[in-house]
């Protein structure tokens, strides 16, 4: 098995509600990443997870939560969202080195999740 | 953060036509990686580079990692319809959970 799935695939929400986005890998990978792309532009990266403690936060509002039950999963929740959040919410994960610790460059990418905030 | 530029933001050509896209920065990647991506889609790992001035080759697409690990370009020849997306660059630097991603480039082959 190598790939990342994500669901759900389309999301419509309004600024009250919660929700939450979910991903998963089997391919022993033990780094897993939320990113948040606009159209046509690259990928922000959000969150990583390694060993499934959060390693880098990049200053995400606290609207938007992470969590990492086990190895192979990895959900963001949302919670009281404004329409500027709308976006293509991609998860990703990579191996990590047996030596350094640290994770190996390749990433593989879920196909996301189109989120719209009403 | 380490910045990638990467040129030309479009290109739109003719079947059967090469096309080359840039990837440039002032600082040393210790690798770099290609991503295709189509609408509505996750970004597809292409390949990854690591050695300085290594060449790889995948079907008609050649990709090359310059001598001094600043620079990468990818080259499509004759291409086809299927290569229309958004293609980007990202490289690894000191902090290897960062990615730092090119701008990306839109190709468009037209039939």
């Known amino acids: 098995d190598t790939e990342v799935t994500q669901t759900p695939k389309h999301l419509v929400m309004g600024m009250t509600n919660k929700k939450s986005l979910k991903c998963e890998q089997h391919m022993g990978h033990r780094a897993m990443y939320w990113y948040k792309q606009k159209a046509k532009k690259p990928p922000e990266l959000m969150f990583v997870y390694s060993y499934e403690k959060l390693s880098i936060n990049e200053s995400v509002p606290s609207r938007f939560s992470p969590e990492c039950p086990n190895s192979s999963l990895l959900n963001l929740h949302l919670h009281a969202l404004q329409p500027e959040d709308s976006a293509l919410y991609l998860c990703a994960s990579s191996q990590v080195s047996a030596f350094g610790g640290g994770p190996l460059a390749e990433q593989f990418f879920g196909p996301g999740t189109r989120l719209t905030v009403l | 953060t380490q910045l990638l530029e990467q040129s030309p933001q479009f290109l739109s050509i003719q079947e059967g036509e090469n096309l080359t896209v840039y990837c440039n920065s002032s600082?040393?990647?210790?690798?770099l990686q290609w991503y295709r991506q189509e609408p509505g889609e996750g970004p597809v790992l292409l390949v990854t580079?690591?050695?300085?001035?290594e060449v790889k080759k995948l079907k008609r697409l050649t990709f090359q990692f310059g001598d001094a690990r600043k620079d990468s370009s990818l080259h499509i020849t004759a291409a086809q319809p299927g290569d229309t997306g958004l293609y980007l660059c990202a490289g690894t630097g000191s902090n290897d959970y960062k990615l730092s991603f090119g701008a990306g480039t839109t190709v468009t082959v037209r039939a």
């Open positions: 600082s040393v990647f210790s690798s």
């Open positions: 580079v690591v050695t300085g001035g």
